[in-house]
């Protein structure tokens, strides 16, 4: 019940292609879903977040789309460029603990 | 300091030996993560400290793992007796606390020989 399941593993894309990173979870108390993104030899940043209230954020490129309903929550990437070719996680936040999904690696090839 | 700072950066050890993480957090940052990342695998929680109290310690995988923080700062993770499945890249983050934006460090990687 506090996993969140994370798919693809990984996924290629076109530059200039859309990427979308599905996620779904069990708990139905999480209350804050961010997103970060990890390049090789860094931690993990924060990418961009949402709370259940909103169905949609988009911060530039980068739009969350998150279905209460069916609790599921997914990360779409327009207009992909190479320099978004990192590892991508999701998360979802409940109390103090952050619950990771397993990561997706995103090639976008120039 | 600006960012969560992590040291050292790499450790190579002999399997059996000690070894001892430090992460520097965000100054002000009252809470403060471990995670531990396997390769090509997700973030695993180890522990979550609030001020020096480490109210969640579920995630430590056995008696060797213990974390300590001090002066509402500083944190050491510990592996005692190391094995080679504990090699991994070891994240340390902090926050203010709650759903607050999550800073991490760069990490630790652990190689056990």
């Known amino acids: 019940q506090q996993q969140v399941k994370q798919s693809p593993q990984s996924l290629i894309v076109q530059k200039g292609g859309i990427s979308i990173i599905n996620c779904a979870y069990e708990?139905?108390?999480?209350?804050?879903f961010p997103w970060y993104q990890q390049f090789p030899g860094k931690g993990p940043a924060l990418l961009i977040a949402i709370r259940p209230d909103v169905s949609e954020k988009k911060e530039g490129r980068f739009t969350i789309s998150f279905n209460k309903s069916a609790k599921q929550f997914s990360l779409h990437i327009m207009d992909s460029q190479p320099g978004d070719s990192a590892t991508y996680f999701c998360a979802a936040f409940w109390i103090y603990k952050y619950i990771f999904g397993t990561g997706t690696r995103l090639k976008v090839l120039a | 300091g600006a960012g969560v700072s992590q040291s050292p950066s790499n450790k190579v050890t002999e399997k059996g030996k000690d070894v001892e993480l430090r992460c520097d957090p965000i100054?002000?940052?009252?809470?403060l993560y471990w995670y531990r990342q396997s390769l090509g695998q997700g973030l695993e929680f180890l522990i979550y400290f609030q001020g020096n109290s480490a109210p969640d310690k579920s995630g430590l995988p056995s008696d060797r793992f213990s974390a300590e923080r001090t002066g509402g700062s500083v944190s050491t993770l510990t592996i005692q007796r190391t094995q080679q499945e504990d090699s991994a890249v070891y994240l340390c983050?902090?926050?203010?606390?709650?759903?607050?934006?999550?800073?991490f460090g760069a990490g630790s990687r652990l190689t056990v020989l």
């Open positions: 100054s002000g940052h009252t809470a």
């Open positions: 983050a902090s926050s203010l606390g709650g759903a607050n934006v999550l800073t």
């Open positions: 708990n139905t108390a999480f209350d804050y």
